[in-house]
C-alpha cells in the first residue's frame, strides 16, 4: 500500500509540471481553468485520503468544498445574470427621440457648422475608435457620439 501513496506523491508533481509546460503560453483564461480542475482534483484527492484514514467529518467538508469549487463557475453565471436582470428592469425606459441640440452634437464630434456629411461621419469613426467602450471607454459617451452622430445626419 505505501508504494502506491509513494507513486501518487511523485507522481501528481511531476504530471502538474508536464501540464504547466505544456499550457505555458495558453491564454490566461485556459490556464485558470486549468488551475481550478487541479484544484478540484487535489481537494476531493484530500478528502478521499482523509476518510480512508477515519477523519470522516473532515473528508466530508473537504468533498464538499471540492463540490462547491468545482460549481463555482456556475453559481457565479447565475447570479451575474440575475443582478443583469434586476438592473434591467430598475432603468426607466429612455426616451427614443433625441433631445440633443444641434451645437452640442457638433460640439461633442468636434465639427464646424459647415461640415458635410462625410466629414461628420469621418469625425464619429475616428471619436468612437477613441472611446468605443470594447477600447477602454465608456458607454455613455459612445451613446453621446451616436446620438449626435444622429442628430447631424438627420437635420
Request: hydrophobic fraction near 50%; proline fraction near 5%; avoid cysteine.
Amino acid at each position: 500500500m505505501w508504494l502506491l501513496y509513494a507513486l501518487i506523491a511523485l507522481g501528481l508533481p511531476l504530471a502538474l509540471h508536464i501540464m504547466l509546460l505544456r499550457y505555458a503560453s495558453a491564454p490566461p483564461a485556459k490556464i485558470r481553468l486549468l488551475l481550478r480542475i487541479l484544484a478540484v482534483i487535489a481537494i476531493l484527492a484530500f478528502a478521499v485520503l482523509m476518510l480512508r484514514f477515519g477523519q470522516p467529518l473532515l473528508g466530508g467538508l473537504t468533498a464538499l468544498l471540492g463540490v462547491m469549487l468545482a460549481s463555482a463557475n456556475r453559481l457565479f453565471a447565475l447570479a451575474t445574470l440575475a443582478q443583469l436582470f434586476r438592473r434591467h428592469r430598475a432603468q426607466a425606459p429612455q426616451s427614443r427621440t433625441s433631445t440633443m441640440g444641434e451645437s452640442e452634437a457638433r460640439e461633442i464630434l468636434g465639427v464646424s457648422p459647415t461640415a458635410t456629411r462625410a466629414e461628420i461621419k469621418s469625425a464619429y469613426q475616428q471619436k468612437m475608435k477613441q472611446y468605443h467602450p470594447d477600447q477602454g471607454g465608456s458607454e455613455y459617451f459612445a451613446k453621446k457620439l451616436n446620438e449626435a452622430k444622429t442628430t447631424l445626419l438627420n437635420k
